[in-house]
């Protein structure tokens, strides 16, 4: 079992940049690939990005790459999404997310989901 906490969501204005976190418990959490999905009321949900158990590979959806900066920290059971250059569009409830699989993330719901933070980004 892997139970994911997210931290750092906010408002912040349009060009701002904000790091969450998103922290894991499970002694398994090293063995896991990990991401980040987010959602808008009246839209699906979007994969953004994801992480390999190793740091080794990353994958960006095509909206946020180059702004935004995925890494973990193993020894910490912690995972960072750095967000800079944001705009209203990145506006939406931010979910941590882990999966034995990185080969097939964002083409399915991964496994475990944590409760979401908020990002709210002003005009």
């Known amino acids: 079992q892997v139970q994911l906490v997210e931290f750092g969501g906010g408002l912040v204005q349009a060009g701002g940049s904000l790091r969450l976190s998103c922290v894991a418990s499970g002694r398994t959490f090293g063995t896991y690939a990990m991401g980040w999905f987010r959602r808008t009321p009246g839209k699906e949900r979007e994969f953004v990005a994801s992480?390999?158990?190793?740091?080794?590979?990353?994958n960006y959806a095509d909206s946020v790459r180059g702004r935004f900066t995925i890494s973990r920290d193993n020894a910490q059971n912690t995972m960072y999404l750095q967000m800079n250059s944001l705009n209203p569009e990145d506006t939406a409830v931010y979910y941590c997310t882990a999966d034995p699989s990185f080969r097939t993330y964002g083409l399915g719901d991964p496994q475990y989901w944590g409760q979401g933070t908020q990002v709210t980004v002003s005009s």
């Open positions: 992480i390999s158990w190793s740091s080794v590979s990353t």
